[in-house]
């Protein structure tokens, strides 16, 4: 654990510095991407969504690799690894000719910065433990949210100047910046005496022991459930303010004051988790996100999209909701994870993206011409999140325990 307040603030400051090339590599580019369809002479706008949904797949997949390879030879040489590969595949999305190509460049960057977002986690994981892991993890997403309010801003700036292949350019510049502050700074979190061997079978085996744990499970269903309908508004965003608003110009800061509220709701929770829990505050945030998707169908349904005031209001408070729900469903399914830390990030991060990408891509098909649809697919998602929490509570005596 670190020795002072001090080593405790650079501890957060690093961490969410390793969080955010992910939300730099997937804000930033967000006012491009028509620009970057005309480029690569797309046809159809919805298909820009590619580049975001498939970046999360990478991020899924990846974690496989990087985790138990993590548990085998220590952290900080993973991160290194997944820099160097972030560093040629934004090279390849720079060169690209067409939108396969491109695709595959962003997927291959989602692999690679799930190298940096995964270790994160796992030391965080190292170092602390149960509510305060929470409270960290919290502190850790405030500041990681800093990102995505000044992202799309910086994104538009970079673009209208230099163009969308220098947003590459500058994603790589800080991801060098921050692997020389890592490497200056930030000292190995698993001992040799804690590390295990890397094996075929480490990945089935870490499996079949987080299979094992009620609350591991439900949690991470949830967070698949509640990021893929999440995802939804990620990827659609931009065509939202910008196609169906009418809003090009405003859209970087619609996103930016959006991305406070989160900021926000993630701020206080770390004031408040360890008060009152990371369960209740789970609980009460998915019932609030339940209801506002629930209050916006039921005037909304089969009228015209509402002033763009009244849809950020909604927006805001469905945010607000997830700034509570992610540090703390992260925290409560690695919360009986301590001995397999990596593994374990890397297996319930697998499986939340998996399930995250594929519903938020047959969500995001319908947001063509309206806001509706996402509004729907916000309140199924939080609906089965509910059901799932209920049997998690009905059967919370085995949290600890096996099947």
């Not at 509220?261 to 609030?288: D, P």
């Not at 009228?303 to 469903?329: D, W």
């Amino acid at each position: 654990m670190p020795d002072s307040s001090r080593n405790q603030v650079e501890f957060v400051a690093l961490m969410a510095a390793l969080m955010s090339i992910v939300a730099l590599a997937l804000d930033a580019l967000l006012p491009a991407l028509d620009p970057i369809g005309t480029a690569l002479a797309v046809s159809s706008p919805s298909e820009n969504q590619l580049l975001i949904t498939l970046f999360f797949l990478g991020l899924g997949v990846g974690p496989l690799l990087f985790g138990p390879v993590s548990d085998a030879i220590g952290r900080k040489p993973v991160v290194y690894v997944g820099f160097m590969l972030f560093i040629l595949s934004s090279m390849v999305c720079v060169f690209s000719q067409s939108l396969e190509i491109m695709v595959i460049g962003r997927i291959l960057q989602g692999i690679s910065l799930s190298a940096p977002r995964t270790i994160s986690v796992a030391m965080i994981r190292d170092t602390y433990s149960g509510d305060y892991m929470a409270r960290i993890m919290s502190f850790v997403t405030v500041v990681f949210i800093l990102v995505p309010i000044v992202a799309p801003a910086l994104g538009k700036f970079i673009l209208d100047r230099l163009g969308w292949e220098a947003i590459f350019h500058v994603q790589v510049g800080f991801s060098i910046l921050v692997c020389w502050w890592f490497w200056k700074r930030q000292p190995e979190t698993l001992l040799p005496d804690r590390r295990t061997s890397f094996r075929g079978r480490l990945f089935l085996d870490g499996f079949k022991e987080l299979i094992n744990y009620r609350q591991t499970v439900s949690f991470t269903i949830i967070w698949g459930f509640v990021t893929g309908s999440f995802l939804v508004y990620l990827s659609t965003s931009q065509q939202i303010f910008e196609q169906q608003y009418g809003l090009q110009d405003a859209f970087p800061y619609i996103f930016a004051a959006l991305a406070v509220t989160i900021g926000a709701a993630t701020l206080l929770n770390g004031t408040l988790v360890v008060r009152l829990g990371m369960l209740r505050l789970v609980t009460a945030s998915i019932i609030l996100y339940v209801l506002t998707a629930l209050v916006y169908i039921l005037l909304f349904y089969n009228s015209v999209n509402p002033p763009v005031g009244v849809l950020m209001v909604f927006f805001g408070v469905q945010f607000f909701a997830v700034g509570f729900i992610f540090g703390n469903l992260r925290a409560l399914a690695m919360e009986p994870l301590g001995h397999i830390a990596g593994i374990g990030a890397a297996i319930t991060g697998f499986v939340a993206t998996v399930m995250a990408v594929p519903i938020s891509a047959y969500i995001g098909l319908f947001v063509i011409d309206s806001v509706l649809p996402m509004f729907i697919g916000f309140l199924v998602c939080g609906l089965i999140s509910c059901l799932i929490l209920a049997h998690f509570y009905y059967t919370k005596s085995g949290i600890r325990e096996g099947y």
